[in-house]
């Protein structure tokens, strides 16, 4: 009798686990009436594969509800892709790193052969701890950044190492405005010349596709250290 009721106990404690643990990739009834939908279920890595590869193994993962990049995992470094493209859209999410961790999400994603990765074709939202070497307020590298572009034009901090970060992104016909904790940090327009002009001073234009698309796949970073997202959803606009 008490090796059943122990049985019980541990039943219920791993259905309130997963319930916990899934309930902060639920669309809110505001959501679902702006027409977001979830790109991420919290239990599987449906609607994600690796770039250039398909649907093969990787480091991504689902753990306790996060998508996460395990740097520990002996599979080959490559980048998550969504499986649709998008053009015009809102993307929320939120994102956790590790100590000295440093991550992103590419928006404009090209998949073709030719191109290596997901930033050799698509602008870089950048993700960043704070004890990271590169992060250096007012320069181009820090969070909701365009990586190695743009500068926040607001401060905008982040969670205490271990909390969630929430991040947003909107682009429309080609005008982009990335937004971190609340705080507007980025405004880019990828149809001017202004913004080509920019590229084609920096060692991203020995890369043809960077930065020439107003639609593509949304890739989100592997790097060195863990990483983990959730509450990954979007509004086509």
């Not at 639920?26 to 979830?38: A, D, H, I, M, N």
């Not at 193994?57 to 753990?63: I, L, P, Q, Y």
């Not at 990049?69 to 015009?88: H, I």
Request: net charge negative; glycine share 8%; charged share 25%.
């Amino acid at each position: 009798m008490k090796f059943t009721l122990t049985l019980c106990i541990a039943a219920i404690l791993m259905a309130s686990c997963s319930d916990m643990s899934n309930h902060s990739n639920r669309l809110s009834k505001e959501e679902k009436k702006e027409g977001f939908v979830s790109l991420f279920d919290g239990e599987s890595m449906e609607g994600w594969h690796p770039y250039n590869k398909g649907k093969s193994a990787s480091r991504w993962t689902v753990v306790n509800g996060e998508l996460y990049c395990d740097p520990k995992s002996k599979q080959e470094p490559v980048d998550l892709v969504s499986d649709n493209s998008y053009e015009n859209f809102e993307l929320r999410f939120e994102w956790k790193i590790s100590a000295a961790g440093n991550s992103g999400v590419f928006i404009n994603v090209v998949e073709k052969p030719g191109v290596p990765a997901a930033w050799a074709s698509g602008p870089e939202y950048q993700l960043l701890e704070s004890t990271h070497p590169d992060y250096v307020k007012g320069s181009s590298k820090m969070p909701g950044c365009i990586f190695g572009f743009t500068r926040q034009e607001n401060p905008a901090e982040l969670k205490p190492l271990g909390e969630w970060n929430e991040s947003r992104i909107t682009q429309q016909n080609g005008k982009i405005e990335f937004f971190l904790n609340g705080v507007l940090t980025t405004q880019q327009d990828f149809t001017s010349q202004s913004w080509q002009d920019s590229v084609s001073k920096t060692w991203f234009k020995e890369w043809p596709e960077f930065g020439k698309h107003t639609q593509g796949h949304i890739a989100l970073q592997d790097w060195a250290k863990g990483i983990s997202f959730r509450n990954i959803r979007i509004k086509v606009l």
